[in-house]
């Protein structure tokens, strides 16, 4: 598969920048999809030619302008900033500077933006998670509002948005899209397909724990797998039946904000998110105004589901993950798997699929295959079918009502060239973040399939839609989610007890919705706080409603362990994709 990814880069980049500054060129464009698209694209050479020519034309009033964007430091948005980049100014005339700074710091662009009206940016590819944001704040532009009116000359007749799979995340309870996806990757569940299908490991776990060693489908299941490989010599030595991460950081909270609590079984029932309760614990009225956070007003962020799901995180990592998982962060822990001494992890970006298929690694075989696999996480005792089962990261373009209109044109002509159909699936080929349907189905990637151990099968599956990001349910990301990783920091440190840290969590969550009630800035569909109540009652109130959210304890959390073969799960999926 070395084609996909070893074009001559750098030989594209020299091109583009040896051709002159401000000029328009189709001559341009086709030295650029002979250098870098060639048939890696849905669309044929005829019809690259006929989009490149569109955006040519729709630039020809911004030609000369110097525009700025910026993302997150992804591979991915490395490969815009780059390589397409280039392309788009050599082609269009209008000069992108496509800055790549910390997601962090991206969301603290955007914020000052929003406060201040400084145009900081033209464009800015953030997380959907802010959806809920975007739509009560009302400082972004609604994009369908845009598409129809100012940004109509300037909006691809070939955009396709029917063929993008994260639009449904990025579309507000006013039936609004509001952000256009980029890219997207979803955490999934690791495994050592290598040890799972070694004959020894077969007898002695089916021995030991009277069911076949698979694919967990619940955390039963998982903590029993993880037991099994920790301490177990697997050829080269004894390895760990679980990988995580748990230093104070504000990575820590991503690693519970992206969905852990619906694994869990924490919220409602629902796709994309739980409603009237989301994965975060935060319920909303029938106006989609949030009213509560704790049970004591409805919200599940310190119900039972919750506190099991930080109780589980704190088991696995002290008996099953290497001791020096504790003081890791995030992107400390990331290559660990890599290394090969992990039997499975719950909690994998697929991000990192790259870095886990190169030449040389312990967890890949001679011939470039994988030792591993990724499946669809196991999920906890409190999950009910119809309840999202993981996360999606799902960065998307936004463009600000401070930006002035030109601007956001130009700006909104290159979002649409770095996803459109002509460049998609090359650039999918160098990042594995999908963002259309028609990329997933390219036949190059039915090629590449066997050697990104299952990531390909997992996106053309009907298990997808049960990963999602953050939901609408949360009215303001950037305040909301820096309170996650102290909480969850002090249960991890023990400091306190997983009910007292999701119990100060819920709290500090309602204490920023009565501020943002009380200065009413969010309008109608800002938070209305409701009144307090015992986990009773509001069990009992969600039941008549058809709702889940709060659920009442249960007495055994530890039910018995369900697992799958890997291969029957993969025959599934191919014959539900058969009958579609």
């Known amino acids: 598969m070395r084609r996909y990814l070893l074009t001559s880069t750098a030989a594209v980049v020299l091109l583009l920048a040896a051709s002159p500054a401000w ?4 001559e341009e464009g086709k030295k650029f999809l002979d250098a870098e698209i060639g048939d890696l694209s849905t669309l044929s050479r005829a019809e690259q030619e006929a ?4 955006f ?5 009033p911004y030609v000369g302008m110097d525009i700025k964007v910026v993302s997150e430091t992804l591979t991915t948005h490395q490969y815009e900033s780059q390589v397409l980049a280039a392309a788009f100014t050599a082609l269009t005339g209008i000069k992108v500077t496509h800055d790549l700074i910390g997601e962090g710091d991206v ?7 929003m406060q201040t009206g400084e145009n900081i940016y033209d464009a800015y590819i953030n997380d959907s998670d802010l ?5 009560r704040y009302q400082q972004a532009r609604s994009l369908t509002d845009w598409m129809a009116g100012e940004g109509a000359s300037v909006t691809n007749p070939n955009l396709k948005l029917d063929d993008f799979i994260g639009t449904a995340f990025t579309t507000a309870p006013d039936g609004d899209l509001y952000q256009l996806p980029d890219q997207q990757f979803a955490n999934l569940y690791f495994f050592r397909y290598d040890w799972f299908n070694d004959e020894k490991a077969k007898a002695d776990f089916k021995a030991k724990y009277g069911y076949d060693l698979g694919v967990p489908v619940n955390w039963s299941a998982y903590e029993d797998i993880a037991e099994f490989f920790t301490g177990r010599d697997m050829g080269e030595g004894p390895v760990y039946g679980h990988m995580d991460y748990g230093k104070k950081d504000p990575s820590l909270g991503w690693r519970f904000t992206d969905a852990w609590l619906s694994m869990a079984g924490n919220g409602d029932l629902g796709l994309p998110n739980g409603r009237p309760v989301d994965e975060w614990g935060i319920k909303v009225d029938e106006n989609s105004r949030p009213v509560g956070s704790c049970v004591a007003r409805g919200g599940d962020t310190n119900g039972p589901a919750a506190v099991y799901s930080i109780q589980k995180y704190l088991d696995w990592m002290k008996a099953y993950a290497p001791p020096e998982a504790q003081g890791m962060t995030f992107s400390e822990s990331g290559p660990v798997p890599s290394q090969g001494k992990i039997a499975q992890q719950m909690f994998t970006y697929t991000a990192f699929t790259a870095d886990f298929v190169k030449e040389g690694l312990p967890v890949v075989n001679a011939d470039g295959s994988p030792k591993w696999r990724f499946a669809p996480s196991p999920h906890g005792v409190y999950w009910k079918d119809g309840m999202k089962l993981g996360y999606q990261d799902v960065g998307s373009w936004t463009i600000l009502k401070s930006t002035p209109v030109d601007r956001a044109q130009a700006a909104w002509l290159y979002a649409q060239f770095v996803t459109s159909l002509t460049v998609d699936v090359k650039k999918t080929h160098f990042g594995l973040t999908f963002a259309r349907e028609s990329t997933i189905r390219h036949p190059s990637f039915t090629e590449r399939a066997p050697k990104l151990g299952g990531l390909i099968e997992f996106y053309r599956s009907p298990a997808r839609v049960q990963w999602s990001p953050t939901g609408t349910n949360v009215p303001d990301y ?7 990783w102290q909480a969850i920091g002090d249960a991890s440190s023990g400091a306190k007890t997983p009910q007292a840290a999701m119990d100060s969590l819920c709290a500090e969550q309602e204490s920023v919705l009565e501020r943002l009630e009380r200065a009413g800035v969010q309008g109608d569909i800002g938070p209305k706080l409701a009144e307090e109540h015992d986990l009773a009652f509001w069990n009992a109130d969600a039941v008549a409603k058809g709702n889940v959210a709060p659920q009442l304890a249960i007495a055994n959390e530890k039910e018995q362990g369900v697992t799958i073969n890997y291969d029957d799960l993969l025959k599934s999926w191919a014959d539900a994709n058969a009958t579609q």
């Open 51 to 54: 989009e490149l020519q569109w």
């Open 478 to 484: 950037p305040k909301l989610a820096q309170l996650w």
């Open 23 to 26: 000029a328009q060129s189709i």
């Open 56 to 60: 040519l034309d729709a630039a020809k």
């Open 131 to 135: 959806i809920g944001t975007h739509w």
């Open 107 to 113: 969301v603290e662009k955007l914020q000052t933006q």
